[in-house]
């Protein structure tokens, strides 16, 4: 379907029963196929409407017998019993990752039975996510068979289309003012108090409901805002209660170290640690768009830490995750060393929480109407897309951006995220003018000039200095970058790319093994430093079982080194398939590999792995090494 365009056009899916589980598997499996095809199904999807679904394993058994009982038995059946855990974990991530991606979600129940039978109850109706599921009046096969173009559901999923999927990205409603999800479109009492839903053409006249919601321009007024709620401890365990607020302090200090972020620390929230609030009002009062809280639960000698992301204009939550492990006083301090820099890390950095959802937010508004401070915001949304528009849209507005106020102090990360889109132009050839590293090396100083502490500025002068193959003087700069942020993983493992390739394998591979343990759910790409070091090593059987956790077909680099790896090994079935998957995704790559590679890999990998594709079957013509823009030693391995 996705070779067909599935995805390349918003996406609103309907679902009945059993069809819901299945689309959160295809969400799921095309969120997780980062830089492939199928990725576009989860970007491009703009709500989810569930008529009937058993989302929680608490109704599964129920919910066999009465199909076994209406239909027969099947093995799909038999196995919603078996799966119960893995659904609850399937409906935790739809949960994490709708309010993420602000997919709207409205969900409905049947409220009669259907030969004696009530299969899908409130409770196992409920998604996790969007508002409290709506009952109607119909049984388990009628919900997914209205009767007449005005009934509840249609007119439901026309205002859901109209006014979340067929509005353009920019005007997008965000949530509504009094609820998490679609509630309000269908499950409010009318001016007279009657618990009859209301139709959305009786919705629209009400006073009350703000259907226009937040745009990206006012929540961001004034920054992106994060309040820091004090971690609260459940016991009256002194060590606990210093583990809770220990990790408060930890975790504002390692957030403050992302200058985008505006972190309003315990000290103004603490009159709301003592007392249930409602976080909408909580966020409010600091001017916080989004809010941190957690607990620390202490079972015997094992704590569980949870921490959530709450959204103060929706109330609902934007990421939430819980960390457990074994607790000492004595080793408390070792707990927060571990913990902090993930959980930091997972919010903060370029590729977590917040810069997905605010780079999202501003990808669609003309680079005209973005103050400088939003640019950066907006070029976050690059690395995700990765294509030359993105890049075109990210640069634009960057350089007017820097153009409004050129040596103004807060411009330092404007000046570095130029730098970093002008490398671009080098490394992937996206929009290519006149001179690119001398325009990022001039880019990155001017940053570093006026902010000598901004670690992304260092990120963009250390890979400016690669490319100009100046490696010791890209190597210092790498350190100073990390050293500067030692919690931003996405920066770290960037970094780690370019070190193993300019022979630094073994400090390479263990810094990115570190931006690993910083963010589990890395993008694939992360193992490609242990495919080279593997394959430098001759350890091609290895190299392969790395390149094979890459899991990104459509990365064309990873079908590279998968035809190098199976020309090495000498399987040619395997390495002809991977030759005509990056044929097809580089067409011209075999006359180009050296002009590819010569910017990023030393001379004798290079050749390396040239003499594996060669074996793999593909044609690459001999030429003079290409000229590099500056040069620099040999590195030593």
């Known amino acids: ?4 365009g599935l995805g390349e056009r918003p996406l609103f899916f309907i679902c009945h029963s059993l069809g819901g589980l299945l689309t959160k598997q295809i969400l799921r499996t095309s969120h997780d196929d980062t830089g492939g095809m199928l990725v576009q199904v989860f970007n ?27 239909f027969g038995a099947t093995l799909t059946i038999q196995e919603l019993r078996l799966h119960d855990a893995h659904l609850r974990n399937l409906r935790d991530w739809y949960r994490n990752q709708a309010s993420v991606a602000s997919i709207q979600t409205a969900s409905y129940f049947e409220q009669r039975s259907v030969h004696g039978f009530m299969i899908v109850n409130p409770d196992s109706a409920d998604p996790g996510v969007g508002a409290n599921p709506v009952g109607l009046d119909e049984d388990h096969i009628s919900i997914a068979k209205p009767r007449e173009r005005n009934a509840q559901v249609c007119g439901a999923a026309n205002e859901i289309l109209r006014k979340f999927v067929l509005a353009p990205r920019a005007t997008l409603p965000a949530r509504i003012a009094d609820s998490s999800g679609i509630v309000a479109l269908c499950d409010l009492r009318n001016a007279h108090g009657s618990h009859e839903p209301l139709r959305p053409s009786q919705l629209l006249k009400e006073d009350s409901i703000d259907l226009a919601g937040q745009d990206a321009r006012t929540a961001l007024d004034g920054g992106l805002c994060v309040a820091v709620l004090p971690f609260k401890s459940t016991s009256g365990s002194a060590d606990l209660a210093a583990l809770a607020e220990e990790l408060t302090d930890d ?36 001017a916080a768009r989004f809010v941190m809280k957690g607990t620390v639960r202490q079972e015997g000698s094992t704590v569980r830490i949870s921490v959530k992301i709450v959204d103060t204009v929706s109330g609902t939550d934007r990421w ?16 927060q060393d571990q913990l902090v820099p993930r959980i930091v890390s997972t919010v903060a950095d370029a590729q977590g929480v917040l810069a997905k959802f605010v780079g999202e937010s501003l990808r669609n508004r003309p680079p005209d109407e973005l103050n400088p401070y939003e640019a950066v915001l907006r070029s976050f949304a690059y690395f995700k897309h990765l294509s030359k528009k ?9 350089k007017l951006a820097v153009a409004k106020a050129p040596n103004a102090p807060g411009q330092s990360e404007a000046w570095a995220w130029l730098a970093i889109m002008y490398r671009e132009e080098h490394a992937h050839g996206f929009n290519r003018l006149p001179d690119p590293l001398g325009r990022a090396s001039k880019a990155a100083h001017r940053a570093i000039e006026l902010n000598s502490s901004n670690h992304w500025a260092h990120l963009a ?17 790498a350190k100073e970058s990390i050293d500067s942020n030692p919690m931003d993983g996405s920066s770290m493992a960037y970094l780690a790319s370019l070190l193993t390739v300019s022979g630094r394998w073994k400090l390479g ?3 990115m093994r570190k931006a690993q343990r910083l963010n589990p759910k890395h993008p694939g790409w992360y193992w490609i430093p242990a495919v080279g070091k593997a394959y430098a090593d001759g350890d091609y059987s290895r190299a392969l079982y790395f390149a094979l956790m890459i899991k990104m077909p459509n990365l064309w680099i990873s079908q590279f080194l998968l035809a190098a790896i199976y020309g090495q090994l000498g399987d040619k079935e395997e390495a002809q398939k991977a030759v005509k998957k990056l044929r097809k995704l580089k067409p011209t790559f075999a006359h180009k590999v050296r002009e590819e590679f010569e910017k990023r890999y030393e001379q004798e990998f290079l050749d390396h792995l040239i003499e594996g594709l060669r074996k793999a079957g593909m044609e690459i013509p001999d030429r003079t090494r290409v000229e590099r823009p500056t040069p620099g030693r040999r590195a030593v391995r």
């Open 44 to 70: 491009n999807t703009r709500a989810v409407m569930y008529l009937a679904t058993p989302h929680t394993g608490a109704a599964l058994a129920s919910f066999a017998n009465a199909f076994r009982s209406l």
């Open 251 to 286: 975790i504002v200090a390692g957030m403050i170290r992302f200058s985008y972020l505006r972190i309003i620390a315990p000290d103004s929230t603490q009159h709301y640690a003592a007392r249930a609030i409602d976080l909408r009002v909580a966020g409010k009062q600091p």
């Open 509 to 511: 591979c263990a810094l």
């Open 461 to 477: 002068l250390a890979s400016v200095l690669y490319y100009q193959r100046d490696i010791p003087a890209f190597r210092s700069v």
């Open 390 to 398: 993105e890049h075109l849209l990210a640069r634009t507005a960057l």
């Open 1 to 4: 379907m996705v070779q067909r």
């Open 320 to 335: 939430s995750d819980r960390y457990q492990c074994a607790f000492s006083s004595d080793a408390r301090f070792k707990l």
